[in-house]
T-cell receptor, first 109, second 114 residues
Framework: KNEVEQSPQNLTAQEGEFITINCSYSVGISALHWLQQHPGGGIVSLFMLSSGKKKHGRLIATINIQEKHSSLHITASHPRDSAVYICAGARDSNYQLIWGAGTKLIIKP | DGGITQSPKYLFRKEGQNVTLSCEQNLNHDAMYWYRQDPGQGLRLIYYSQIVNDFQKGDIAEGYSVSREKKESFPLTVTSAQKNPTAFYLC?????????????FGSGTRLTVV
């Protein structure tokens, strides 16, 4: 079993829809990163969280430590949000990041 | 503006040749990392460096080599010993080594070996 699992693998939605991407992680991971990768390949860090909730513009990230689950939400989605969204877990034991496989999001106009 | 520069964006090499990928940062970050990304898979750590003249192997270091002679530079050499070198390579940096610190990524180099 992978230490960090994302779902769904692919997601297509219409502009304006509320988007949720999920990330489950295993024991030994204490913080989650959410990142965005655009078609050109470059990666941008969106959030890093170990508890609660963070918000930046239309993006919201939450984490439930007891359930070992994090979600990334996008409100009022727009075609420019189309990208691959990746979650990565921070191991307690060392500095290593464990990466999810990513969720490919397509927002249609 | 501060950031990470990776070059070139696309690279083609013949099988059996060594190739070096460049990564330069002007963020004054101590830690630098090289990742490999294959289609449908998560990023995998190749090498990382916490300070100048020191680096550590990641999960898939075989067939790769690095150097850290300057704080701002962390080049990756893909050697002929790497059995399947065609992939997307990403360089990253952080203020300190530690997954609780934010990472900055370069735009990547897509290497194709023919």
């Amino acid at each position: 079993k992978n230490e960090v699992e994302q779902s769904p693998q692919n997601l297509t939605a219409q502009e304006g829809e509320f988007i949720t991407i999920n990330c489950s992680y295993s024991v030994g991971i204490s913080a989650l990163h959410w990142l965005q990768q655009h078609p050109g390949g470059g990666i941008v860090s969106l959030f890093m969280l170990s508890s609660g909730k963070k918000k930046h513009g239309r993006l919201i990230a939450t984490i439930n430590i007891q359930e070992k689950h994090s979600s990334l939400h996008i409100t009022a989605s727009h075609p420019r949000d189309s990208a691959v969204y990746i979650c990565a877990g921070a191991r307690d034991s060392n500095y290593q990041l464990i990466w999810g496989a990513g969720t490919k999001l397509i927002i249609k106009p | 503006d501060g950031g990470i520069t990776q070059s070139p964006k696309y690279l083609f090499r013949k099988e059996g040749q060594n190739v070096t990928l460049s990564c330069e940062q002007n963020l004054n970050h101590d830690a630098m990392y090289w990742y490999r990304q294959d289609p449908g898979q998560g990023l995998r750590l190749i090498y990382y460096s916490q300070i100048v003249n020191d680096f550590q192997k990641g999960d898939i270091a075989e067939g790769y080599s690095v150097s850290r002679e300057k704080k701002e530079s962390f080049p990756l050499t893909v050697t002929s010993a790497q059995k399947n070198p065609t992939a997307f390579y990403l360089c990253a940096s952080s203020i300190l080594t530690g997954a609780r610190y934010g990472y900055t990524f370069g735009s990547g180099t897509r290497l194709t070996v023919v």
